[in-house]
């Protein structure tokens, strides 16, 4: 168990439409990554928050979005599902805002979108 | 660009052989290299992880051997057992962009 908590585990939807997934660092990590992995694409970086400000973004949709709360949880709210959004989300967390040695990134179990 | 490019994309190894998976990565900001294991299912597992002040690390079964004058780093897994059938993913980082970027991962398979 890495500590980092994912909710829900799964989540089935309809094109079109608006979901939330849901992130709980470890405890004392103030950073969070939030990644998307499917088969063709592998483990893509979407954004990372820092204590609570955006730190840095990558391949993020412009129909993604995040935040993250004062109690350090961060949600990913996708929306205008699209049938190629079906993927696997990863949430990382890591103390620092660099992933790095003496501050590793710890994954939680992924929350599986399948949009129909 | 691709940031860091994985070999092979699958091996297949037999109970008690060595299994090795290749990196290379470009940007020589990086400083920290790890590997990351992962079953299906499952999120990423970190494995083992090196900087690169040193060639070599081991962890039990699992070294990783880093050259930075050609900027490759492998992961290099002994007696290599069944429970090791997984998807490997190495990773760089952090950079300027300060979050990691995965290779597109190895499926190992030990065969019994």
């Known amino acids: 168990d890495s500590g980092v908590t994912q909710t829900p585990k799964h989540l089935i939807t309809a094109t079109g439409q608006r979901v939330t997934l849901r992130c709980s660092p470890r405890?004392?990590?103030?950073?969070v990554y939030w990644y998307q992995q499917s088969l063709d694409q592998g483990l893509q970086f979407l954004i990372q928050?820092?204590?609570?400000?955006?730190?840095a973004k990558g391949n993020i949709l412009e129909r993604f979005s995040a935040q993250q709360f004062p109690d350090l949880h961060s949600e990913l709210n996708l929306s205008s599902l699209e049938l190629g959004d079906s993927a696997l989300y990863f949430c990382?967390?890591?103390?620092?805002?660099?992933?790095?040695?003496?501050?590793?990134?710890?994954f939680g179990q992924g929350t599986r979108l399948t949009v129909v | 660009q691709q940031q860091v490019k994985q070999s092979p994309q699958s091996l297949i190894v037999q109970k008690g052989g060595i299994s090795i998976i290749n990196c290379a990565y470009e940007?020589?900001?990086?400083?920290?290299f790890p590997w990351y294991q992962q079953f299906p299912g499952k999120g990423p597992a970190l494995l083992i992880a090196?900087?690169?002040?040193?060639s070599e690390k081991k962890e039990g079964r699992f070294t990783i051997s880093f050259n930075k004058s050609a900027k490759q780093f492998s992961l290099h897994i002994m007696d290599s057992q069944p429970g090791d059938s997984a998807t490997y993913f190495c990773?760089?980082?952090?950079?300027?962009?300060?979050?990691?970027?995965f290779g597109s991962g190895t499926q190992l398979t030990v065969l019994p």
């Open positions: 940007n020589t900001a990086f400083d920290y």
């Open positions: 990773a760089v980082g952090p950079g300027s962009a300060r979050q990691l970027t």
């Open positions: 405890s004392g990590d103030l950073s």
């Open positions: 928050y820092y204590n609570g400000e955006e730190r």
């Open positions: 990382a967390s890591s103390l620092s805002p660099s992933a790095g040695a003496g501050t590793e990134a710890f």
């Open positions: 090196i900087r690169p002040d040193v």
